[in-house]
C-alpha cells in the first residue's frame, strides 16, 4: 500500500507547490486568480492551467494521510520508505509561499519529526530544520507558517 501511495502523495504535493507561489516560481497564478479569469471569458488558456491546479483542502488531506500512514507503518521497510520524503517536504516548505503549504506542511513535519526524529536525522542535518524554523518566525514569512511551529519546535 506504502508504494502506491507514496508516489501519489508526493506527485499531489509537488503539483500543489508548482502552482502556487514559491522561490522558484513567484508568478503562479492562485484558485482564485483562475476563476477571475474565467468571469473574462478567456476559457481555453484558463483551462488547461486549472486541470493543473491541486486546491489546498485536497493538500491537508494528502499530507495528514501521509502522516497517518507513517504512524500506522506495519514494517520498518513502510515506514523507511515514508521517511524518505521527509527531505523533499522540508525543500518544498523551505522555498514556498503559500500559507496552506506552510500551515499543513509545518504540521506535517511536526509529525514525522515527532514519530521519527532518528531517521530523520541521518537523512536531513539539523541545522537545516533550525533554517527552516528560522525563516518561519521571519516577519516577512506568512504567519500561517508559525501556527504550528512551536508544536515542531518542542
Do not use: W
Request: charged content about 20%; hydrophobic content about 45%.
Amino acid at each position: 500500500m506504502v508504494q502506491s501511495f507514496i508516489p501519489f502523495i508526493m506527485q499531489i504535493v509537488q503539483q500543489y507547490y508548482n502552482n502556487t507561489p514559491n522561490a522558484e516560481n513567484k508568478s503562479a497564478l492562485t484558485l482564485n486568480q483562475i476563476q477571475s479569469l474565467e468571469l473574462t471569458g478567456d476559457r481555453e488558456p484558463v483551462q488547461d492551467v486549472a486541470e493543473n491546479v491541486v486546491d489546498a483542502g485536497i493538500l491537508a488531506h494528502v499530507l495528514d494521510l501521509l502522516c497517518t500512514l507513517l504512524k500506522k507503518a506495519k514494517s520498518e521497510e513502510e515506514r523507511s520508505k515514508i521517511i524518505a520524503v521527509f527531505p523533499e517536504l522540508v525543500n518544498f516548505i523551505e522555498k514556498s509561499d503559500d500559507m496552506f503549504l506552510l500551515l499543513n506542511g509545518t504540521t506535517a513535519l511536526k509529525t514525522f519529526i515527532h514519530l521519527a526524529h532518528t531517521q530523520i536525522l541521518e537523512l536531513v542535518p539539523p541545522t537545516k530544520i533550525v533554517s527552516l524554523c528560522k525563516r518561519l518566525l521571519q516577519p516577512s514569512c506568512n504567519e500561517q507558517a508559525a501556527v504550528c511551529l512551536g508544536n515542531l519546535v518542542i
